[in-house]
């Protein structure tokens, strides 16, 4: 059986630590605390502050629990805050592409869209602001569930939306590995016939990812002559979830 990770163990008291007591402590008094050297702990610390577990005080210089914290069990990433870092990078995406822009995080077991970019043409078009969308079905869901962003697990009934809807868990799950072997997913008659969506996994701190953005637009236009989606529009929306995911904290890929 292997053994633990030591430096995880003594994360994990820290933050025990600052839940339990007055919330406000000094690295001195963390360190003595826990019996570890302040060279150590306030390595640990600086750690626990990059991924928003941790906060200090600028005027004391004591530590206490982060923002982070209160968001593991809803989602980790607040809609809002994924909608509003988003949004400079949606626009130019609909811009380069020539096609409609999704946002999306996993929201009651489907795909919430939190942010949509009409297609810049003068075509009517509805806003999705708000709608859920089968996860089995869509580019996005697809991308959501196979990072399995927040311990989703996959949907035990299969809808049927078209022919060309996933209808199996074998070749549910044949899906989702491609798209994490290739990081991106594609959706091609799935949902609605005549459509097509390409997507891409946000990542914040630590790479995990919490939310999917996307195009969508006709099959003509997001697919070449042989049904597959176009690389130059997989590539606008890979370069645009990495430019999301760096303003999230994410690590340069």
Known sequence: MPGTVQSIERAAAILRLLAGGSGHLALGDIARSLDL???TTHGILRTLQ???FVDQDRVTGHYQLGPALPHLGSGYLDVNELRSRSINWADPLAARSGE?????ALREG???VVHHVFRPDDT????DVGTLLPLHATAMGKVLLAYRATGVAPPHELDRFTRRTIGTSRALADDLAHVRE????AEIEERIPGEAAVAAPIRAH???VVGAIGISGLVERIC???YQPRPRLVTYVRDAARAVSRDLGAARR
């Open 100 to 104: 409609a822009v999704r946002i999306g």
């Open 124 to 127: 009517f078009q509805t806003l």
């Open 37 to 39: 050297a302040k060279g």
């Open 224 to 226: 070449d002559s042989h």
């Open 50 to 52: 990059h991924v928003g």
């Open 182 to 185: 290739n990081g991106w997913s």
């Open 206 to 208: 630590g790479g995990l």
């Open 110 to 112: 489907q795909a919430l």
